[in-house]
Nanobody, 119 residues
Framework: QVQLVESGGGLVQAGGSLRLSCAAS????????MGWFRQAPGKEREFVAV??????AYTDSVKGRFTISRDNAKNTEYLQMDSLKPEDTAVYYC??????????????WGQGTQVTVSS
């Protein structure tokens, strides 16, 4: 059993930054890939990024702006979001599961945190 608790969302101006946190408890953090997805109103859930060990992948729209990192001691994954754009506005979810771009390959999900980017 894995529990994921997200925090760090908020309202920022375009061009600003946020760092999302995903704190994991239960199973060993390193046993799973940690993915990030987002969902805007009226849109389907979209892959953002994933990391397992030293291997990472990002969707094209966030490459160069978003970065995954982790603190093993705190069992916490981070999504650093820089140069934010209004189109980044969404509820962001962290997830644990397979190393994949498909939401169906993830078994555990955080509760989501709202990110709003104003123009």
């Amino acid at each position: 059993q894995v529990q994921l608790v997200e925090s760090g969302g908020g309202l920022v101006q375009a061009g600003g930054s946020l760092r999302l946190s995903c704190a994991a408890s239960g199973r060993t953090f390193s046993s799973y890939a940690m993915g990030w997805f987002r969902q805007a109103p009226g849109k389907e859930r979209e892959f953002v990024a994933v990391r397992k060990g030293g291997i990472t992948a990002y969707t094209d729209s966030v490459k160069g702006r978003f970065t995954i990192s982790r603190d093993n001691a705190k069992n916490t994954e981070y999504l650093q979001m820089d140069s934010l754009k209004p189109e980044d506005t969404a509820v962001y979810y962290c997830a644990a599961g397979q190393y994949s771009v498909k939401s169906s390959d993830y078994d555990y999900w955080g509760q989501g945190t709202q990110v709003t980017v104003s123009s």
